[in-house]
């Protein structure tokens, strides 16, 4: 079992910049892959990012160049997502998921962005 949480949602204006973190109850060193997913309203949640324990990143063509995920090796129970240059088209709750070699994910409450000026 693991739990993850995330924080660092807000209000940005376009072309502004946050950075989510997602805390996970364990080591995420201990884990096979983490990511950031995320849901606007009407629609379904959609891929935004990923990394393997290998350090593999994947992200959706729509953030590539713009996000960027990342694992803090110091605090090895935190990872991130930069996002720069943000866009209405952002908005969403973002959602931190993290799974086990058993290929279990575990799914985080959210926290909402919103570009907007």
């Known amino acids: 079992q693991v739990q993850v949480v995330e924080s660092g949602g807000g209000l940005v204006q376009p072309g502004g910049s946050l950075r989510l973190s997602c805390a996970a109850s364990r080591s995420i060193f201990s884990l096979s892959a983490m990511g950031w997913y995320r849901q606007a309203p009407g629609k379904e949640r959609e891929l935004v990012a990923t990394?393997?324990?290998?350090?593999?990143?994947?992200y959706a063509d729509s953030v590539k160049g713009r996000f960027t995920i990342s694992r803090d090796n110091a605090k090895n129970t935190v990872m991130y997502l930069q996002m720069n240059n943000l866009k209405p088209e952002d908005t969403a709750v973002y959602y931190c998921?993290?799974?086990?070699?058993?290929?279990?994910?575990?799914w985080g409450q959210g926290t909402q962005v919103t570009v907007s000026s």
């Open positions: 990394v393997t324990n290998g350090g593999t990143s994947n």
């Open positions: 998921t993290v799974a086990d070699y058993g290929n279990f994910w575990y």
